[in-house]
């Protein structure tokens, strides 16, 4: 998706103020095979998760009522300077579930017409005596800058921003997605600090926009380990009706990067491919995203860009002090995005299906239905295709050119979001079954 213009950001902007008119806290989800789905709570929002409830199993904790994932960090390279990484999916099942990070299978299809999208890395074999258990370091062929200022200065009515541009832009043959020379196997590996320290994790000059802390371990006494890691914010969002956290690290187009606080990766907007989904040769999952939904710091109706530019401090730089941000991003300021399929759905196909990499079906929500009040709180993805097909007379896509209303689907969008658990229920089931003809391939 290229750099949206400013025809796009004035009709865009005058389908979003219709927001501002939005009343009640009704539900639109009619069409055949379709049920009224209720907005969804977020879950459990203050403590430590429980480790049942990670997928990602490597993941030392996540702080609910810090809004973090502590993650491993790993030690690496790139042009000679130091760079730390974390390890979130892999595309072989056996490597996954050794390294505790999610399988996602369709990884393994990320380079098809887009070589750029994969970086080949190697491997330094340290000596027994300089390293007799950990990490080896991986030598990248490219890291992210994170020295430029991320800019979101919010529009009229939040969304569209008036101006932005990406806190982190990738590096020349940076891609967060990896693979050893030698080895066809894909894993998703970002980026998230360089250097030696110390870490600016305020205004993140030599970190990734969403590392709120990091601490480096020293040497290992003797029959141990010290560990390395990173807190990083996470995302709330929905899968199969229940909450579900993720990370976000990069995105293939600058806005989506600014809006995510992730790394702009150019590489990855070609990564295959658009609209594919379940399809052959495709690396992508949908996900679907809101232009226009209720606004309000304690709405439960609240979803989408108006929202996360008007009550999730998107504006702002992300800090753990910070905790007007932090406060609101616990009570659900966040884009409150649906994702398609899930590694816990009890289908294997579905569970299978899973990848980081995501591709936005954005919805637009008409006037009538933001008059009525219907513009609510979606958390199931064969609800949202059913009512997409079924009633577009309250539920549109969007065209990127001119922010006008498009028929429903790909909008050639595509974030690397890594999922993390589940704070309530794990996803199994769709809510809804598919209404005909609402999605392909048929389920």
Known sequence: MKILTRRWWLATAAAAAVVASAVGATVASAGAGATTAKPGGLGQSSGLLPRDHLTLESAIQVNLSKETVRLPLYPGTANGKKVWYVLLDASDPGLAHDLGVNYAPKLANIAIGDPAAVQTVTLTNPTPAANPFGPGVVNFAGAPNFSP???????????????????????????????????????????????????????????????????????????????SWADMLFVKGFDAGQPILYLSTDAGQPLTAVLERSVYVPALNTAAFNGGDDFLGSARERLF???????????????????????????????????????????????????????????????????????????????????EGLNTRQIDENVVFNLAATRPDLLTGVNPATGQPAPYGSVGVDINCAVIGFTAHAPTANLAPPAPHSQFPPR
């Not at 000059?205 to 590392?211: G, K, S, W, Y």
């Not at 999730?312 to 406060?327: L, Q, W």
């Open 149 to 227: 200022a991320r800019v979101l200065v919010p529009g009229p009515n939040g969304f569209p921003p008036a101006k932005f541009a990406p806190g982190a832009v990738a590096g020349p043959g940076y891609s967060p997605f990896i693979r050893f020379a030698g080895s066809s196997v894909v894993y998703n590996a970002p980026i998230v600090a360089t250097g030696n320290g110390p870490f600016d994790v305020v205004h993140h000059t030599n970190t990734e926009d969403r590392v709120l802390g990091i601490h480096i371990a020293g040497p290992s006494k003797p029959g141990q380990f010290a560990e």
């Open 289 to 371: 995203g809101f232009i226009n939904g209720q606004t309000g710091a304690t709405n439960p109706n609240a979803q989408g860009f108006v929202h996360l530019i008007k009550d999730g401090f998107a504006a702002d730089d992300a800090s753990a002090g910070n905790t007007a941000m932090i406060n609101a991003l616990r009570h659900g300021g966040d884009l409150l995005n649906v994702f398609g399929d899930f590694p816990t759905l009890a289908d294997p196909r579905h569970a299978d299906a899973y990848s980081p990499l995501w591709d936005a079906q954005l919805g637009l929500w008409t006037p009538k239905a933001v008059k």
